[in-house]
C-alpha cells in the first residue's frame, strides 16, 4: 500500500530489485544450505514456470538448470511449444518425458471418466471435459463445481458434480502432478539438483496445488510474488512474449480451461487486488470501487478467500509426529 492508499499501484514492484534479491536467495539456498549443484525445474509454457526458470538461470547459471516438459495425452500443444522456446531463449538442457501412458496403466482416465459418468452416464471415448465453478458476478457465496463435457459430435452437457464424483474427478487428476513430480525429483537426484517450485501467492496461499505433486518442491522462489507482480517480472526478464500474453490456464482436463473458472472466481487482476485488500483490512466498498465490482461481490470474494485458506490448511501441513524430534545439527 503506498501512503495507506489502495490503488492499482500497491502491487507494483521494483523488478530489478526484486529480480536481484531473489537470486541472492536462490543461490544461497541451493548452493549453500542444500549443497547442490543446480536446480529443476519443470516447464509448462506459463507464466509462473517461465520466470521461476529465469531466475534460476540468472542465480546458477544455465549449465545448472535443468528444464523438464511432461506432456500427457490431454495436454494443450502450445504448453510442450512455448516451454521449448522457453529453454531455447535460456539455454536451458531439457528433457521431454510423456506422462500419458503412465497415467493409462495407474487409470488416470479411467477412474475420472468413472466419476463423470456418475452426472453423466453416455460420457465415454472421444469425449472431452473440465470441471468449473460460477464466477463471483453470478451470486454464490459458496460455489459448487459443475463438469462440463463435450461429445465427439460437439455436444456440450453440464451437470453439478456430487460431493463423492467431485472428490473422485480431482483425485484421478491429481495423479498428473504427483507423476510429473516423481520424475522432477528422479532428475534432481541423478544430477545432484534440488527441485525449484513454482506457485505463485496466489496458488501458495490459496491452497491451488497438489499435496506431494506441485506443491511439493525444494525451494520456491516466487511464492511471495502476486501473478500480477509475476507478470512483471516477467517482463523484466525478458521473458518471450508469447507467453507473456498467455492467459492462466490449468492445462489439466482436456477441454481449455482457465484458472479463473477452475478455481480462483475472478480474474487473475482482481483476484490479486482482492487477496491484498483483505490481507491489509481494506473495507469491500472501498476495494469494490477500484476493481468496478459491488460491495457484495467483494464481499463473497472475501468469503471465498477466507474459506479457502481454513480448507486447504491441511495442503501446507508437514507428516505429523506425536512428539518433536530435535533437530540434528552437523
Known amino acids: 500500500m503506498i501512503d495507506g492508499i489502495f490503488s492499482r499501484a500497491s502491487l507494483d514492484i521494483d523488478a530489478r530489485r526484486a529480480a536481484a534479491d531473489i537470486e541472492e536467495w536462490i543461490r544461497k539456498t541451493v548452493l549453500d544450505r542444500f549443497r547442490r ?30 528444464g523438464l516438459l511432461m506432456p500427457e495425452d490431454e495436454s494443450s500443444d502450445d504448453s510442450s ?23 493409462d496403466a495407474i487409470g488416470c482416465y479411467e477412474r475420472r471418466d468413472r466419476a463423470i459418468r456418475r452426472v453423466i452416464p453416455e460420457y465415454g471415448a472421444g469425449w472431452k471435459s473440465k470441471i468449473v465453478l460460477p464466477g463471483i458476478a453470478e451470486g454464490a457465496y459458496y460455489p459448487l463445481y459443475s463438469v462440463v463435457a463435450q461429445s465427439p459430435l460437439g455436444a456440450v452437457r453440464r451437470a453439478r458434480l456430487s460431493p463423492e464424483a467431485y472428490c473422485e474427478v480431482v483425485a484421478a487428476t491429481n495423479f498428473k502432478q504427483r507423476i510429473r513430480k516423481t520424475l522432477e525429483y528422479y532428475h534432481a537426484d541423478r544430477l ?19 499435496k506431494n505433486g506441485d506443491g511439493s518442491a525444494d525451494f520456491k522462489p516466487i511464492a511471495h510474488l502476486y501473478k500480477t507482480q509475476v507478470y512483471a517480472l516477467g517482463q523484466y526478464l525478458g521473458v518471450p512474449e ?3 500474453r ?6 489439466t482436463y482436456s477441454l481449455e480451461q482457465s ?7 475472478l480474474p487473475y487482476e482482481q483476484m490479486d487486488l482482492c487477496m491484498y485488500a483483505r490481507n491489509n483490512c481494506i473495507p469491500a466498498k472501498q476495494a469494490g470501487s477500484l476493481l468496478s465490482m459491488t460491495n457484495d461481490q467483494v464481499s463473497r470474494a472475501y468469503t471465498m478467500i477466507d474459506a479457502k485458506l481454513r480448507s486447504t490448511r491441511y495442503l501446507h501441513m508437514h507428516g505429523q509426529v506425536m512428539e518433536p524430534i530435535p533437530e540434528i545439527i552437523a
Open 37 to 66: 549443484r543446480g536446480a529443476v525445474v519443470g516447464l509448462s509454457g506459463g507464466i509462473d514456470s517461465s520466470v521461476t526458470a529465469a531466475l534460476c538461470v540468472r542465480a546458477l547459471g544455465a549449465k545448472h538448470v535443468f
Open 81 to 103: 511449444r512455448l516451454a521449448s522456446i522457453l529453454a531455447e531463449s535460456l539455454g536451458l538442457e531439457t528433457a521431454v518425458e510423456h506422462i500419458g501412458k503412465v497415467l
Open 259 to 265: 484458472q479463473e473458472e477452475f478455481y480462483f472466481n
Open 246 to 251: 498467455r492467459p492462466p490456464t490449468t492445462d
Open 242 to 244: 508469447e507467453i507473456l
Open 192 to 210: 545432484w539438483y534440488a527441485v525449484a517450485g513454482t506457485p505463485n501467492r496466489l496458488e501458495y496461499a490459496q491452497g491451488f496445488f497438489v
